[in-house]
């Protein structure tokens, strides 16, 4: 994060485009929120967004099953593909349960994330991984660990650095800020990729810290606008060259991220609306 000392985050919000990006999740927040469905079944609209965000955050990396293959599933200790799977719907039923812990630290919530999302490292097969898998789970990543994030090539930063910024990134979020929510789960969201602070799921783990940060900013507080829809249908290559911009730490490149992200709630809303459309016509 390359900002100025003083409110950095604010100082993200005002970039140029940021405002507007801002403005138009707000819209879209809003009418999906006004949906008459939502009176009456908004329960069952956060439960639908929570798998959909979650078969789309497994399907960034490297998992992509059909909704319904998802939905069917009651065994996800199988394959690599199948575990990934289950790891993102454990996170994506997790996040709205750690909201209060994560405005007292975020930290916490993080090393709790990771642990639901590796579950039993002794499912993973070979003894040796498992046990090195084992030591590794809730806590960032040591130098000389192996880091399996796939659609993330960036150079990873050191172990030391790791902490260092995690460090800096949980005083800003428990400071607070004038930031807007968006601008807020954006950074969290691109620090965390850059970081990639555990050895394995550290991509999972960066979306549900997301949706966290949206859902708990008062933003989307039924969880019902899943970011990881739109990150899904933008696509793995518009995910990755947005998040070149984050990397870059330039003005335009980190204004680039904001507004990738903001593009992505929207769609996520757009799909919550089609299952309110569903719903409506007793379709779903």
Same mark, same amino acid.
């Given at each position: 994060?390359?900002?100025?000392?003083?409110?950095?985050?604010?100082?993200?919000?005002?970039?140029?485009?940021?405002?507007?990006?801002?403005?138009?999740?707000? /819209?879209?927040?809003?009418?999906?929120?006004?949906?008459?469905?939502?009176?009456?079944?908004?329960?069952?609209?956060?439960?639908?967004?929570?798998?959909?965000?979650?078969?789309?955050?497994?399907?960034?990396?490297?998992?992509?099953?059909?909704?319904?293959?998802?939905?069917?599933?009651?065994?996800?200790?199988?394959?690599?593909?199948?575990?990934?799977?289950?790891?993102?719907?454990?996170?994506?039923?997790?996040?709205?349960?750690?909201?209060?812990?994560?405005?007292?630290?975020?930290?916490?919530?993080?090393?709790?994330?990771?642990?639901?999302?590796?579950?039993?490292?002794?499912?993973?097969?070979?003894?040796?991984?498992?046990?090195?898998?084992?030591?590794?789970?809730?806590?960032?990543?040591?130098?000389?660990?192996?880091?399996?994030?796939?659609?993330?090539?960036?150079?990873?930063?050191?172990?030391?650095?790791?902490?260092?910024?995690?460090?800096?990134?949980?005083?800003?979020?428990?400071?607070?800020?004038?930031?807007?929510?968006?601008?807020?789960?954006?950074?969290?969201?691109?620090?965390?990729?850059?970081?990639?602070?555990?050895?394995?799921?550290?991509?999972?783990?960066?979306?549900?810290?997301?949706?966290?940060?949206?859902?708990?900013?008062?933003?989307?507080? /039924?969880?019902?606008?899943?970011?990881?829809?739109?990150?899904?249908?933008?696509?793995?290559?518009?995910?990755?060259?947005?998040?070149?911009?984050?990397?870059?730490?330039?003005?335009?490149?980190?204004?680039?991220?904001?507004?990738?992200?903001?593009?992505?709630?929207?769609?996520?809303?757009?799909?919550?609306?089609?299952?309110?459309?569903?719903?409506?016509?007793?379709?779903?």
């Amino acid at each position: 994060m390359s900002t100025s000392a003083a409110g950095p985050l604010a100082a993200l919000g005002a970039l140029p485009g940021v405002p507007d990006a801002v403005e138009s999740v707000r /819209k879209a927040v809003d009418r999906v929120y006004g949906h008459r469905v939502m009176r009456r079944r908004s329960s069952e609209i956060t439960s639908e967004a929570a798998l959909r965000g979650a078969r789309a955050s497994a399907a960034l990396a490297g998992a992509d099953w059909a909704l319904e293959e998802v939905r069917r599933r009651t065994d996800f200790s199988g394959d690599a593909e199948a575990r990934t799977v289950g790891a993102a719907l454990r996170l994506g039923a997790e996040a709205g349960q750690l909201l209060s812990i994560w405005r007292q630290s975020p930290l916490r919530v993080l090393a709790r994330l990771h642990l639901v999302a590796a579950g039993d490292p002794g499912e993973a097969g070979d003894a040796g991984v498992s046990a090195v898998s084992a030591a590794a789970v809730g806590r960032p990543r040591q130098d000389g660990e192996a880091v399996d994030e796939p659609l993330i090539r960036a150079p990873l930063p050191g172990a030391a650095e790791v902490v260092g910024r995690l460090e800096g990134l949980a005083d800003l979020l428990i400071a607070g800020s004038s930031a807007p929510a968006l601008v807020t789960a954006a950074v969290v969201h691109g620090e965390l990729l850059a970081l990639r602070p555990f050895t394995t799921y550290s991509g999972l783990v960066a979306r549900a810290a997301e949706r966290i940060v949206l859902i708990g900013s008062g933003l989307d507080p /039924k969880a019902i606008c899943p970011a990881e829809v739109g990150h899904a249908e933008l696509g793995r290559e518009a995910y990755v060259a947005a998040f070149d911009g984050y990397l870059s730490g330039t003005p335009d490149g980190m204004a680039a991220w904001i507004a990738h992200c903001g593009r992505a709630v929207e769609l996520g809303v757009r799909e919550s609306t089609a299952v309110c459309e569903a719903l409506q016509r007793g379709a779903a």
